[in-house]
């Protein structure tokens, strides 16, 4: 019996392969790979898309918060509201202006920031909040908006993982001033290489993004600033524009998966299923669940322990993320030492990500739960 792995890309591209290779040879015998009308469609599609009248798009999900941050001309000296329970991208970005990250400890529920916490984070130095809609799951952005407003702070929303997510009926990335997207390939919508966008509703700043990404010029060989090279590629681009209008069914298909784990997972001892925050509709990008280990045992050996018995039985899960962002070696001159965020590392020694996709079967979704089970009563 083959493994369940985690994503299998492999069945989306068996379903759309055929428009996928028409696009990308469509794209090869152009000549146009930099730039083009492909990107500047798929800008306008996915603007629309998300609700703002303007995209630009970028080579990755990173660089799209970086650039976010050099738009408003944040970097040294400024400070940067986010999460410690995300990928390293996140806080990396603000570094890599200058800045510094301020971390605030996430919800036990929702894994997102808790924004009981956020305004006593606040200093004369804040300059912005990066929010994350971790494994698709959104922020109460009206909370949130509600503070940075009242403090006059930038919101740069972190929606690589949440493409196609609501929050009261509004897409991310079109609630605060910036809304980063990655399209790795791993994720809601993913390209089949590296990149990314920001969505924003202000045409004067999407012009100053554009050039910050191109060698800060917006003249060819005239540079007001000293940019990067981060432009999102022409294959990419028409990729993208193939797997758009099928984004909503997918996400519908994840949902449902999303569900029938809720349901087969209600009643197994020392597991948590994750849980929405009220008001907002998930995009599923993973499927995480908190495994709690009795008592004598150390949480993050129990979780290691159920997460090889899995993989015993074909079962193969991820986990994001195992050492949070103020515990890691690059982030050691914040001085924020073991017990600064006890919400983040418990839940670190706890998460574990099930297989989550659209064309998951619900007979595999039977064997990941069984094998759960049993590692569990074992």
């Known amino acids: 019996m083959s493994n369940i792995p985690p994503l299998d890309l492999k069945r989306q591209y068996q379903a759309i392969g055929a428009d996928v290779n028409a696009a990308v040879l469509a794209v090869l015998a152009s000549g146009a790979y930099i730039g083009g009308p492909n990107v500047q469609s798929f800008e306008q599609q996915f603007a629309t898309y998300i609700g703002t009248t303007d995209c630009v798009g970028c080579n990755s999900g990173t660089d799209a918060l970086y650039l976010a941050l050099r738009a408003m001309n944040i970097g040294a000296g400024d400070e940067v509201i986010t999460t410690p329970f995300t990928f390293i991208a996140t806080a990396e970005t603000i570094s890599a202006v200058g800045a510094t990250p301020v971390f605030v400890d996430i919800d036990i529920a929702t894994f997102n920031l808790d924004l009981r916490q956020l305004a006593t984070a606040i200093t004369p130095r804040t300059r912005a909040i990066m929010p994350v809609h971790l494994f698709g799951n959104p922020v109460d952005m009206t909370e949130l908006m509600s503070i940075a407003t009242a403090h006059d702070l930038i919101v740069i929303e972190d929606c690589a993982q949440a493409t196609g997510a609501q ?145 015993e039985a074909g079962v193969i899960s991820m986990i994001y993320y195992p050492l949070p962002l103020h515990l890691q070696a690059v982030y050691q001159d914040l001085a924020q030492p073991v017990g600064s965020f006890p919400v983040t590392e418990l839940v670190s020694h706890q998460v574990l990500s099930l297989p989550m996709f659209p064309e998951l079967t619900p007979d595999e979704q039977q064997r990941v739960v069984y094998a759960l089970k049993d590692a569990i009563d074992h």
């Not at 390939?185 to 990314?196: F, I, R």
């Not at 917006?218 to 028409?238: F, K, M, P, T």
């Open 167 to 311: 929050w009261n009926g509004k897409p991310v990335g079109s609630i605060g001033h910036f809304g980063c997207f990655s399209f790795f390939p791993t994720k809601n919508l993913g390209a089949c290489g590296d990149g990314g966008a920001v969505t924003l509703n202000n045409p004067a700043l999407a012009a100053d993004l554009r050039m910050f990404r191109e060698h800060g010029s917006r003249q060819r060989y005239y540079h007001e600033a000293i940019g990067v090279n981060s432009r999102l590629d022409a294959l990419q681009a028409a990729i993208l524009q193939v797997k758009l209008p099928h984004l909503d069914s997918w996400n519908q298909h994840r949902s449902t998966v999303a569900d029938r784990y809720q349901e087969l997972l209600a009643n197994v001892p020392n597991i948590i299923t994750p849980q929405a925050t009220p008001g907002g509709e998930s995009a599923w990008n993973q499927y995480t669940i908190r495994v709690v280990a009795p008592a004598g045992i150390e949480p993050a050996t129990y979780r290691d322990r159920v997460r090889a018995s899995l993989q």
